[in-house]
C-alpha cells in the first residue's frame, strides 16, 4: 500500500513541476473572501495551494489517528471485560457441579434406598 502512495505522490509533484514550468510568465492574484495576496507567478501560488493542503491533511490525518486510538483503547477494555466475565461464567458451573450447594433441593429421603433382602454375601 504504501509504494501505491509513493507513486501517486512522485506522480502528482512531477505534475505540478511540470506546471510550474509551464507557466512560469503568468501573474495571479489569489482573493479567499476579504483577504488577497501580493501579485505572485502562477507557480508559486500553485505551490502555495499544494502545500497548505498536504498541511492540512495531515492536520486532519492525525486527529483522525488519535481518535482511532481511542476507539481501540475503548474496545480494548471492552474485551478484557467480557473475557472476564465469560470466564467467571465458565468457573461457576465447574463450581456448583463439585460443590453443590447446602440448600439445595435433594434430600437424604430422596435418595436411592437399598433393597430389602439383598444382604446374601456375593459368591
Do not use: C
Not at 9 to 31: R, S, Y
Not at 32 to 45: D, E, G, N, R, V
Amino acid at each position: 500500500m504504501w509504494i501505491i502512495r509513493w507513486v501517486f505522490f512522485t506522480i502528482v509533484l512531477l505534475a505540478l513541476v511540470g506546471f510550474m514550468g509551464q507557466n512560469q510568465d503568468d501573474v495571479v492574484i489569489v482573493k479567499f473572501f476579504l483577504w488577497q495576496t501580493p501579485q505572485m507567478k502562477l507557480a508559486y501560488a500553485m505551490f502555495l495551494a499544494f502545500g497548505v493542503g498536504v498541511v492540512l491533511t495531515l492536520l486532519v490525518s492525525i486527529l483522525r489517528q488519535f481518535q482511532l486510538r481511542a476507539e481501540i483503547g475503548r474496545l480494548k477494555r471492552q474485551i478484557r471485560k467480557l473475557h472476564d466475565e465469560l470466564e467467571q461464567l465458565r468457573n461457576l458451573a465447574i463450581e456448583e457441579e463439585l460443590f453443590p450447594h447446602p440448600l439445595s433441593d435433594t434430600s437424604l429421603s430422596d435418595l436411592p434406598k437399598p433393597e430389602q433382602g439383598s444382604n446374601r454375601p456375593l459368591s
